[in-house]
């Protein structure tokens, strides 16, 4: 019945939203596309060029972009033609904010971003569109930018007939260079747009845009209709559940394959506030069309997304509309890496799509995406500390998730590796329930700040299920 009931809304809102729609602004970069309504995003790719030559070597040492006057973008990232191969060295970035003289200081890119990533056997991780990239990073509203990256060198000694000379050997820059400039756009309307709301000149004036629109309308609906269970279609948050209410949904979600341990005590924690794609304003047109899962979800993965902290919570929704657009116009990937995101202030945002009571297969941790989730805190916490609100939050969302199916936060489990620099291929390794990128893959990623608050984070969720 519950299916039936989800259906039929679903086709009474298909059915409303097969409007006129507002024609969309001329897209002025590459990557932009029209988001029902609002104005479109766009991913500007500029090429980058040597910045200063080697007089001894002949190579170029250094390549980047001079000071230039650009259309806004608020994210910004380098990315390359190959993704197995390393960016070895240092990219920095200057920006100037928008409708100003004001330039920042260069800030540095998290160039390690490959750890991040579809497990290779995938057919998101092996499609041919994937990019080197590195993380993104948000500078705000921004119309001016100065870029240089500079690879690591050695220099050694060496005798001539003339004395000693020092020369200097530079590790070669990944070919293809381009620095990715990324407006995340305006976000997305209500669902159920209706032509008597924008009254009868928009619609008739929008009759250009039905085409256009058709993809994002249909997907739009999928997404939300993946979560139909948990909130109405088109809903901009799942709201937050008592203990009681929660475990009888469990029962609803998962009838027939709870296990004896959870049909007698279920050990889930409340379900907390969850924004959805809609709330942040996802534009659906931009990632593929189907939804992948896996089997089950056995451990969650913290990440920080080495973006920043000079955001508000306000601004969140849009740093997470340049990581998304980053993640699939920039580094070709199907969708946002990240199954939840968790911005200062201890907001849950919904991932890469497919529903957030489900095993969406995620592209967060190389070689254990299977059977796990991805948890990616908004910011950089390698010498800062993660607020307290963030780390309850992660706490509050793996409580519930992890509760699902049977997990115990303060427990552990065996993920078999799909190949990695830590864990070969086919490994079955042991790993804490609650786990931070680093345990998965050598990487800096959470931060050192986020990943010594994880023993925190897994005594809360486990009181939260109350054990």
């Known amino acids: 019945m519950r299916g039936f009931l989800a259906t039929s809304i679903g086709v009474t809102c298909a059915a409303a939203l097969a409007l006129p729609l507002t024609p969309p602004a001329e897209a002025v970069a590459r990557g932009a596309e029209p988001h029902a309504s609002s104005i479109p995003g766009s991913t500007q790719s500029l090429p980058l060029v040597p910045l200063v030559r080697d007089r001894v070597l002949g190579s170029a040492a250094e390549q980047g ?199 007698t005590k279920p050990f889930i924690g409340p379900r907390p506030t969850i924004v959805t794609r809609r709330g942040w304003g996802a534009n659906e047109s931009l990632r593929e069309k189907k939804f992948v899962y896996t089997k089950k979800v056995k451990a969650a993965f913290v990440h920080h997304t080495a973006s920043g902290n000079g955001y508000s919570c306000s601004q969140a929704p849009s740093v997470i509309r340049g990581i998304y657009r980053y993640h699939v116009k920039s580094m070709g990937w199907r969708d946002i890496g990240y199954n939840f995101l968790v911005d200062k202030c201890g907001n849950i945002y919904e991932g890469r799509a497919g529903g957030v009571a489900k095993p969406v297969l995620g592209a967060h941790t190389l070689g254990f995406n299977s059977n796990s989730m991805g948890i990616a805190v908004v910011g950089s916490f390698g010498s800062k500390k993660p607020p307290a609100a963030a780390v309850t939050a992660i706490a509050r969302l793996t409580a519930w998730k992890l509760g699902l199916w049977g997990a115990n936060p303060r427990g552990t489990t065996y993920l078999k590796s799909g190949g990695g620099n830590l864990y070969a291929k086919g490994k079955n390794v042991r790993l804490n329930v609650i786990s931070g990128h680093r345990d998965g893959f050598s990487t800096q990623c959470p931060g050192k700040k986020l990943y010594s608050k994880l023993g925190s984070a897994r005594s809360t969720a486990a009181a939260f299920q109350g054990r």
């Open 65 to 263: 972009l001079s000071r230039r006057d650009v259309p806004r973008f608020s994210t910004v990232g380098v990315i390359w033609d190959d993704p197995d191969t390393e960016l070895h060295g240092r990219v920095q970035v200057r920006t100037r904010a928008a409708g100003t003289d004001t330039w920042s200081g260069w800030q540095d890119i998290e160039t390690h971003n490959a750890d991040h990533f579809a497990d290779p056997d995938t057919a998101e991780g092996s499609s041919g569109r994937v990019r080197g990239a590195t993380a993104p990073l948000w500078v705000g509203d921004s119309d001016g930018v100065e870029v240089r990256v500079r690879p690591s060198s050695r220099s050694r000694a060496e005798e001539t007939g003339r004395g000693n000379r020092t020369l200097t050997a530079y590790d070669p820059l990944p070919s293809g260079l381009r620095l990715e400039l990324v407006d995340p756009g305006e976000e997305a309307p209500p669902l159920a747009t209706t032509a008597g709301a924008r009254g009868v000149g928009a619609a008739v004036a929008g009759a250009r845009s039905v085409a256009a629109s058709a993809a994002e309308t249909a997907r739009s609906l999928a997404t939300s209709a993946a979560n139909a269970e948990l909130a109405p279609l088109g809903a901009t948050e799942i709201p937050a559940l008592s203990a009681r209410a929660t475990e009888r949904e469990l029962y609803t979600l998962r009838a027939g394959q709870l296990t004896r341990q959870q049909r």
